[in-house]
């Protein structure tokens, strides 16, 4: 199996097993390389708040599809499943196993399922995103649960940016259904995913020291950084848990307390949607996330089909 995605919530260890498993893989005389799923790693600069790895901290290992996008750019999967394809295919070409790694659960299913993305129309666009500022996510929501309860069911009221995607599709196509993903996707080409998964009470915790460890290690700092490149006029990043309440920090809207607070809580939420999107995958072969380092090679065995 030459496409394995490594996928699970926020703080399961993603990364580190992407790395185990590409030195079991090299161990057996072969290589794999990383192809990046998370949406908020394409950003250069946005490390710390986003558990990017170092080049130093990648062991060798080729990723790709990180700090692709400066901060005022705005990330779209629809952009992104060409460009993870490709990398995807061009590791295969080249005889590897590709490593598709990360917790943007609409990214990952970009790569691994055929799915298709209706264009998009920057004059409804940009009312939609109007409204959006005017009377924010909760009005909109409702609209869409009106139009397609089912759609509106699978995105977080809270989500400004999906809901209004959502709105955006059904008025372009017509059909509310187009916002949906399919039932059962059909595989894009054979694959394997690996779910790490983690007790809840214990990924809390793990979570909730994440946060911690982020500002102590100078998140304030990068986000400072990131406002002299723009991060302020940007779409989707200066939305990115942890940043906007940075953001709010250094602008005095919120004490540095209830900035790692909120940025606990949100994370916590966001981990937890991120199980229920994996869930879906019902194929996946779900893994313990500090038995990781065991089930490596095991991985690696079946990428080599032996």
Do not use: C
Not at 29 to 38: H, I, K
Not at 50 to 60: F, H, V, W
Not at 161 to 190: F, H, N, S, Y
């Amino acid at each position: 199996m030459t496409l394995i995605a490594i996928v699970g919530a926020t703080g399961t260890g993603k990364s580190r097993f992407a790395l185990d498993v590409a030195h079991a893989v090299a161990d057996r005389g072969g290589f794999a390389e990383v192809v990046n799923a998370d949406a908020m790693q394409l950003y250069r600069g946005m490390d710390i708040g986003t558990a990017k790895l170092g080049i130093d901290e990648r062991e060798g290992v080729p990723h790709h599809l990180l700090d692709v996008l400066d901060v005022t750019d705005e990330a779209s999967v629809a952009a992104y499943q060409p460009s993870a394809r490709a990398a995807v295919d061009d590791i295969i070409a080249r005889g590897g196993v590709a490593l598709l790694t990360g917790g943007s659960g609409l990214y990952v299913s970009s790569v691994i399922h055929d799915l298709r993305f209706p264009g998009t129309d920057a004059a409804i666009r940009a009312r939609l995103e109007r409204e959006l500022d005017e009377v924010g996510p909760g009005l909109l929501h409702r609209r869409l649960r009106e139009l397609d309860a089912e759609t509106a069911a699978s995105v977080d009221p809270q989500n400004g940016r999906r809901i209004v995607r959502a709105l955006e599709v059904i008025e372009l196509t017509g059909e509310p259904k187009a916002a949906r993903l399919p039932d059962e996707p059909v595989p894009w080409r054979p694959h394997r995913i690996v779910h790490l998964r983690a007790e809840r009470a214990r990924l809390v915790e793990r979570l909730d020291a994440r946060v911690l460890d982020m500002w102590a290690a100078g998140l304030v700092d990068e986000v400072r950084s990131l406002i002299l490149l723009g991060l302020e006029r940007g779409v989707t990043a200066r939305k990115a848990i942890g940043y906007a309440q940075a953001l709010a920090g250094i602008h005095g809207r919120m004490p540095q307390a209830d900035a790692i607070a909120e940025t606990q809580a949100l994370t916590r939420t966001y981990a937890r949607r991120q199980v229920g999107w994996f869930r879906r995958y019902a194929a996946a072969s779900v893994v313990d996330a500090d038995d990781r380092a065991a089930v490596a090679a095991e991985v690696a065995r079946q990428a080599a089909g032996d």
